[in-house]
Nanobody
Framework: QVQLVESGGGLVQAGGSLRLSCAASGRTFSNYNMAWFRQAPGKQREFVAFITSGRSTYYLGSVKGRFTISRDNAKNTVYLQMNSLKPEDTAVYYC????????????????WGQGTQVTVSS
């Protein structure tokens, strides 16, 4: 069982940066594949990035080069560094964990954080 607690969201102007954090409980955190998703009002939840237990990463095309997912297993924390933010990045951002193969669809993840709001103004 993994419990995820997110932080770091906020309001930022276009072109700015935010760093999201997701703190996980559980001694087996390092074995989980972790991901970030986002959901804007009226839209489906959308994959943003994942990082595997082996630190392989994969990104949504529109965030590649701007966002960086990372993890610190000693702190049981996964991060999403978001640079060059755009208004279309505005959404509630969720971290998620799976003990299975990483995927880009929400249904494949077993554990979720509560979400943190990211708002990018123009």
């Amino acid at each position: 069982q993994v419990q995820l607690v997110e932080s770091g969201g906020g309001l930022v102007q276009a072109g700015g940066s935010l760093r999201l954090s997701c703190a996980a409980s559980g001694r087996t955190f390092s074995n989980y594949n972790m991901a970030w998703f986002r959901q804007a009002p009226g839209k489906q939840r959308e994959f943003v990035a994942f990082i595997t237990s082996g630190r392989s990463t994969y990104y949504l095309g529109s965030v590649k080069g701007r966002f960086t997912i990372s993890r610190d297993n000693a702190k049981n924390t996964v991060y999403l560094q978001m640079n060059s933010l755009k208004p279309e990045d505005t959404a509630v951002y969720y971290c998620a964990a799976t003990s299975n193969l990483p995927r880009t669809v929400p249904s494949m993840y077993d554990y979720w954080g509560q979400g943190t709001q990211v708002t990018v103004s123009s």
